[in-house]
């Protein structure tokens, strides 16, 4: 799946496709199941949709994923690499995580603009609980957008792939950005020819 990919496209997982060796870069369980643990969700603080939740799928206050991230950073991160270029790491995978979701904020303005006009219907569900079947053409580009291209954004930054981070995630959230804003010239412009 994706994950799998991630970690292969990573400099850790390209290192470790060399020989196989975890003394020279991790694999999946060293990182998720450090020290032998079955604890999957080790280090994760997010769920698939980028909200802040605990193992349980409870919410996170920013001191719980506080917690959490020095605890993977310590036991995991510090083990090879150091302090400054660990947080550097983290904090830029943050950076990429906000301005993805300030891409989707965009995207639906754009659509919640639409409905103040009356061109789409009012309240379309966006985002998590979004289906993609019985939806506008703009709707599902969102879909798109929220459910796999934001995703692979910030999951990519996460595992340190810059290619799956950039080229499946970044530059599709960018051109589906450009396909709403379309979209909706086109909608709008329909509207004023059937006046």
Known sequence: GPHDEMYASSLHGTVYAVDKNTVRAPNCASCHMPKG????????????????????????????QEKIRKQMIEEVCFQCHIKSLTLERFELADQVKERAKGLL???ERVIRDLEQEGILPKGAVLGKNQLYQGSSRIEAIYYRMSQFQNVYTWKGAYHFSADFAHWYGWAHLQMSLIEIKEEARKLRELKSLTK
């Open 105 to 107: 904020q965009e995207a």
């Open 37 to 64: 643990t079955h604890n999957v969700s080790f280090g994760v603080v997010y769920d698939s949709w980028g909200n802040p939740v605990d193992k349980d799928g409870k919410p996170l206050s920013k001191e719980g």
